[in-house]
């Protein structure tokens, strides 16, 4: 099927508007190419260095004409995701030697994980860690000694760090690694339901704990539909995986096959060879295009709205709102995966995965077919799953039927004519909600605001029984300049049981949730943030606030008089300076640009 036109169109007008700026980029990757290995151009006393403990592969490293591959690893094994990598770098050094090729570990990089700090102040630092993984990634490569490059990574800011890390190094070819979500647990519906009960005081600690123990319980990607699980839908989306690796399980044969076809692939395609594939050649604004369409396309996580604009921005694209949710108006929504859906990606990869959502959208003109991929192939050829036959790979159709319409679904019958996001934009700003999750009855509310300056502040509310009735919750100065803008998942249990008792309730906030975000309406990332002069800011209790996902309206029903005759408010909140490291952060809080242009420290207009 020919390309849709909003898809070709949008796809168009990003390039035209970042031509100077892809220009630059590509320009600066391919004047770093060299035909020779890398360590080559090292003296003898630096090379000596790298050969110092690289055992049996120090002739090779010394005088061989082989690629070295560089890994950069996320490994800790406290986050579940990332304890697989333990034991990947010794078995990617010995698909290496038989493919002709050396492998060592560049470097490590930090691995936060959100739900070890969601509601403590450590969140402070998540988005922020994006920009520290990028940098350490730099450091990893900038010993200038690797002919290619393996992202051994999968969760939050993880992936989106490792990517703009390696933008840097585009000049190599890269291919992303992930490890497996963990098998399934206890349902996350089930989950849901204790915390809003804990929330409300009706279950005990102990309850709780074993709940949420049975849910994250091995190693391996939380199963829910999150950030973590949107990264790897990405990445394969933007074909910078193996063909269908996203979800198959950490251990396991199939796992270990195609992390060695990884392997291969990458030595394959190093500038020393006749297949040089580099990363800055694999990336382009197609690929871009490609991987929002699928985070639409199956309700991704609202943090990769984030960012995806600060990956773009670093090979030279320019991203904006407005293009996210033009993409969203034409993507028809094909999976619900929890909280989208009562189904976890297990069940969504046992219904058809990857493959199969690849497939529909290529039929439906939403994808465009012709853009590259890591193994050198379009992202056509991606429509296809992994399998074994007698120990070896091999890749086959997808299944012409779903495997369960209530978690997967064919483009011509789509759980929604439209993706999972929606700006929102009116006199207080714009934002972006997730409707992928809610009830359409869900989707515009008029309620007055109850206005908070932290999480904490909403909660305490709530426990001395103040929130009562319809509202709009307005948790303001949570902006990445305010205090690093972490997540604000303490409030939706507690707005989920407002809803349950029949109240009409939203959350309007310069803040951020993610893709646990659920089935309560959220104007998130509004910009202007109250910090930067935005009207939330002067927003007062029992002010009318309406939100429609519909018209996309997001509006404070104050009149301009009154408005202009009202101060800004100044935050009641203090302590997010010191402590636990965020005082060495004050330069990124003080640097970090808007919501509009990715947060970053790197990229977009400083305060």
């Known amino acids: 099927m020919s390309l849709h036109p909003v898809i070709a169109a949008v796809t168009e007008r990003i390039i035209e508007r970042s031509s100077d700026l892809r220009a630059d980029y590509t320009g600066r990757m391919q004047a770093q190419v060299r035909s020779t290995p890398a360590r080559s151009r090292l003296s003898c006393s630096n090379?000596?260095?790298?050969?110092?403990?690289?055992?049996?592969?120090?002739?090779?490293?010394?005088?061989?004409?082989?690629?070295?591959?560089?890994?950069?690893?996320?490994?800790?094994?406290?986050?579940?995701?990332?304890?697989?990598?333990?034991?990947?770098?010794?078995?990617?050094?010995?698909?290496?030697?038989?493919?002709?090729?050396?492998?060592?570990?560049?470097?490590?990089?930090?691995?936060?994980?959100?739900?070890?700090?969601?509601?403590?102040?450590?969140m402070e630092l998540s988005l922020f860690s994006r920009e520290v993984i990028a940098l350490a990634t730099a450091v990893a490569f900038t010993h200038d000694a690797f002919d290619a490059g393996l992202m051994l990574g999968v969760c939050d800011k993880i992936v989106p760090g490792l990517f703009i890390g390696a933008a840097a190094f585009g000049h190599l070819p890269v291919v992303f690694v992930p490890a497996g979500p963990m098998p399934s647990g206890i349902a996350n519906a089930e989950k849901a339901k204790v915390r809003q009960r804990y929330a409300d005081g009706l279950a005990s600690r102990e309850e709780l704990l074993a709940v949420e123990a049975g849910s994250y319980h091995a190693a391996g990607t939380c199963t829910f539909y999150g950030t973590a699980n949107s990264n790897q839908l990405l990445m394969e989306m933007m074909g910078l995986h193996i063909p269908g690796s996203a979800f198959v399980p950490p251990s396991g044969d199939l796992r270990e096959r195609l992390t060695e076809f990884a392997v291969q692939t990458v030595a394959r395609h190093s500038a020393l060879g006749n297949e040089f594939l580099p990363f800055h050649q694999v990336i382009d604004a197609r690929s871009l295009v490609n991987g929002i369409v699928g985070?639409?396309?199956?309700?991704?996580?609202?943090?990769?709205?984030?960012?995806?604009?600060?990956?773009?921005?670093?090979?030279?694209?320019?991203?904006?709102?407005?293009?996210?949710?033009?993409?969203?108006?034409?993507?028809?929504?094909?999976?619900?995966?929890?909280?989208?859906?009562?189904?976890?990606?297990?069940?969504?990869?046992?219904?058809?995965?990857?493959?199969?959502?690849?497939?529909e959208?290529?039929?439906?003109?939403?994808?465009?077919?012709?853009?590259?991929?890591?193994?050198?192939?379009?992202?056509?050829?991606?429509?296809?799953?992994?399998?074994?036959?007698?120990?070896?790979?091999?890749?086959?159709?997808?299944?012409?039927?779903?495997?369960?319409?209530?978690?997967?679904?064919?483009?011509?019958?789509?759980?929604?004519?439209?993706?999972?996001?929606?700006?929102?934009?009116?006199?207080?700003?714009?934002?972006?909600?997730?409707?992928?999750?809610?009830?359409?009855?869900?989707?515009?509310?008029?309620?007055?605001?109850?206005?908070?300056?932290?999480?904490?502040?909403?909660?305490?509310?709530?426990?001395?029984?103040?929130?009562?009735?319809?509202?709009?919750?307005?948790?303001?100065?949570?902006?990445?300049?305010?205090?690093?803008?972490?997540?604000?998942?303490?409030?939706?249990?507690?707005?989920?049981?407002?809803?349950?008792?029949?109240?009409?309730?939203?959350?309007?906030?310069?803040?951020?949730?993610?893709?646990?975000?659920?089935?309560?309406?959220?104007?998130?990332?509004?910009?202007?943030?109250?910090?930067?002069?935005?009207?939330?800011?002067?927003?007062?209790?029992?002010?009318?606030?309406?939100?429609?996902?519909?018209?996309?309206?997001?509006?404070?029903?104050?009149?301009?008089?009154?408005?202009?005759?009202?101060?800004?408010?100044?935050?009641?909140?203090?302590?997010h300076q010191t402590g636990l490291g965020r005082e060495y952060f004050q330069l990124f809080r003080d640097h970090v640009s808007g919501t509009e242009t990715g947060c970053s420290i790197f990229f977009g207009e400083k305060p």
């Open 47 to 122: 090379l000596a260095h790298v050969m110092a403990a690289s055992g049996g592969d120090k002739s090779a490293l010394g005088f061989g004409g082989f690629p070295n591959i560089g890994i950069v690893t996320a490994y800790n094994d406290m986050l579940s995701a990332h304890q697989p990598y333990e034991t990947y770098p010794a078995k990617i050094r010995d698909w290496a030697r038989a493919c002709q090729a050396t492998a060592q570990v560049a470097g490590g990089v930090p691995a936060m994980c959100d739900g070890v700090t969601q509601g403590q102040p450590g």
């Open 295 to 359: 985070l639409m396309a199956t309700g991704g996580s609202t943090n990769l709205m984030i960012h995806i604009i600060a990956m773009a921005r670093a090979v030279g694209y320019v991203l904006t709102l407005d293009d996210l949710a033009e993409l969203s108006a034409v993507t028809p929504l094909l999976a619900r995966i929890y909280p989208n859906g009562s189904a976890d990606v297990n069940q969504f990869h046992a219904a058809g995965g990857m493959a199969f959502i690849i497939r």
């Open 361 to 575: 959208l290529l039929a439906a003109g939403l994808l465009h077919a012709e853009a590259r991929s890591v193994i050198g192939e379009p992202i056509s050829s991606y429509a296809r799953e992994p399998s074994l036959v007698q120990g070896h790979l091999y890749w086959k159709d997808p299944p012409l039927q779903s495997g369960d319409e209530s978690i997967l679904r064919p483009a011509s019958n789509p759980f929604s004519p439209q993706g999972g996001l929606c700006k929102l934009a009116g006199n207080l700003g714009q934002a972006v909600i997730k409707i992928s999750a809610l009830d359409e009855s869900k989707w515009a509310v008029s309620a007055p605001a109850r206005v908070f300056d932290s999480q904490i502040a909403m909660a305490k509310a709530h426990k001395a029984g103040d929130l009562n009735g319809d509202l709009v919750a307005v948790v303001r100065f949570q902006g990445p300049r305010a205090n690093g803008m972490p997540e604000l998942h303490q409030l939706m249990p507690l707005l989920a049981n407002l809803q349950d008792k029949g109240h009409r309730v939203a959350l309007v906030t310069d803040g951020r949730l993610s893709g646990a975000s659920g089935k309560v309406p959220a104007a998130i990332h509004l910009s202007p943030a109250a910090d930067e002069g935005g009207l939330i800011g002067k927003v007062r209790d029992g002010d009318l606030i309406s939100i429609d996902a519909r018209s996309g309206a997001l509006h404070l029903h104050v009149s301009e008089a009154e408005l202009a005759s009202r101060p800004s408010s100044s935050c009641t909140e203090s302590g």
